[in-house]
């Protein structure tokens, strides 16, 4: 079982950067990718960038290009820098990880709010 903790999140102005950090604890030794999803208000999760355990990775078009997913697997830390910020990008944003059996955990969210 893998436990995590996201933190980072706030109210930032449009244009502005935040720095999201999940902390994984347990049974971290047999994750295999992780990833950020988000889900703003009314709307469906949706993955918003993921990292492979070799590195590899992946990112929403709406995302491209602003920003950056990054992983510490001797933390067991999962990062995502996020800058050139728009209202859009409102919600709350889930830390996700699957382990070697495919099974997957989710933190408890953090909240983002983009506004002026």
């Known amino acids: 079982q893998v436990q995590l903790v996201e933190s980072g999140g706030g109210l930032v102005q449009p244009g502005g950067s935040l720095r999201l950090s999940c902390a994984a604890t347990?049974?971290?030794?047999?994750?295999?990718?992780m990833a950020w999803y988000r889900q703003a208000s009314g709307k469906q999760r949706e993955l918003v960038a993921s990292?492979?355990?070799?590195?590899?990775?992946n990112y929403a078009d709406s995302v491209k290009g602003r920003f950056a997913i990054s992983r510490d697997k001797a933390k067991n830390t999962l990062a995502l820098q996020m800058n050139s910020l728009e209202p859009e990008d409102t919600a709350v944003y889930y830390c996700?990880?699957?382990?070697?059996?495919?099974?997957?955990?989710w933190g408890q969210g953090t909240q983002v709010t983009v506004s002026s």
């Open positions: 996700n990880a699957i382990n070697l059996r495919g099974v997957g955990s």
């Open positions: 347990g049974s971290s030794s047999i994750i295999s990718s």
């Open positions: 990292i492979s355990r070799i590195g590899n990775t």
